[in-house]
């Protein structure tokens, strides 16, 4: 059995494109203890999260932890805290190129693989009133860096993306499957 260890409607929707033979754990990893200035942070979460819950499966099943961050330079923007740290967020990203690293973990008969998977965006240039509406017409206080390309069709965030597209949703379909086949879990 495939166990997501997560609890993010994005990723149990996008798992469904890999299998739809999994269930849902949620991981009992508290991610604010990690220091957030750390190098490969979404890496690390994910395998926090993985082994979180490892003690509730069998060995001979399969664990998928998945982390998401956006980043730009060497500032780390996580979930926003408030609706004016997101309309911070968004304003500095307007009209840069930023990062959005995923780290997966999975854990599958006494391996644990874990991999970065990064896109890049290119945000427009972004006006007060855009970013206002955004906001208002979108739960971004639980997004990493303020935002979600799926909503972006009526609001013009985004300029460009290069690399996966399901990554930037939260969780790098692609890859994980590939990981998945190698190790002969699908």
């Given at each position: 059995m495939i166990?997501?260890?997560?609890?993010?409607?994005?990723?149990?929707?996008?798992?469904?494109?890999?299998?739809?033979?999994?269930?849902?754990?949620?991981p009992?990893?508290?991610?604010?203890k990690?220091?957030?200035?750390?190098?490969?942070?979404?890496?690390?979460?994910?395998?926090?999260?993985?082994?979180?819950?490892?003690?509730?499966?069998?060995?001979?099943?399969?664990?998928?932890?998945?982390?998401t961050?956006?980043t730009?330079?060497?500032?780390?923007?996580l979930?926003?805290?408030?609706?004016?740290?997101a309309?911070?967020?968004?304003?500095?990203?307007?009209?840069?190129?930023?990062?959005?690293?995923?780290?997966?973990?999975?854990?599958?008969?006494?391996?644990?693989?874990?991999?970065?998977?990064?896109t890049?965006?290119?945000?427009n240039?972004?006006?007060?009133?855009q970013?206002?509406?955004?906001i208002?017409?979108?739960?971004v206080?639980?997004?990493a860096g303020?935002?979600?390309?799926?909503?972006?069709?009526?609001?013009?965030?985004?300029?460009k993306?290069?690399?996966?597209?399901?990554?930037v949703?939260?969780?790098?379909t692609?890859?994980?499957?590939?990981?998945?086949?190698?190790l002969?879990?699908?």
């Amino acid at each position: 059995m495939i166990y997501l260890a997560s609890t993010s409607p994005r990723r149990i929707e996008l798992i469904h494109k890999i299998t739809n033979d999994f269930k849902i754990i949620s991981p009992s990893f508290d991610e604010s203890k990690l220091d957030k200035n750390i190098e490969h942070l979404s890496l690390l979460e994910s395998l926090n999260k993985a082994k979180s819950v490892q003690n509730l499966v069998n060995f001979e099943d399969c664990i998928i932890g998945c982390d998401t961050i956006v980043t730009y330079e060497d500032r780390i923007f996580l979930k926003p805290k408030d609706l004016v740290d997101a309309f911070n967020t968004l304003k500095f990203l307007s009209n840069k190129t930023h990062k959005v690293i995923s780290g997966y973990t999975i854990i599958y008969k006494g391996q644990t693989i874990s991999k970065e998977v990064t896109t890049e965006v290119t945000f427009n240039k972004l006006t007060d009133e855009q970013i206002n509406r955004y906001i208002k017409e979108n739960n971004v206080l639980d997004k990493a860096g303020s935002y979600a390309i799926q909503f972006d069709e009526n609001y013009h965030l985004i300029n460009k993306i290069k690399g996966s597209l399901d990554n930037v949703i939260g969780f790098p379909t692609e890859q994980i499957k590939e990981t998945l086949l190698e190790l002969k879990v699908i």
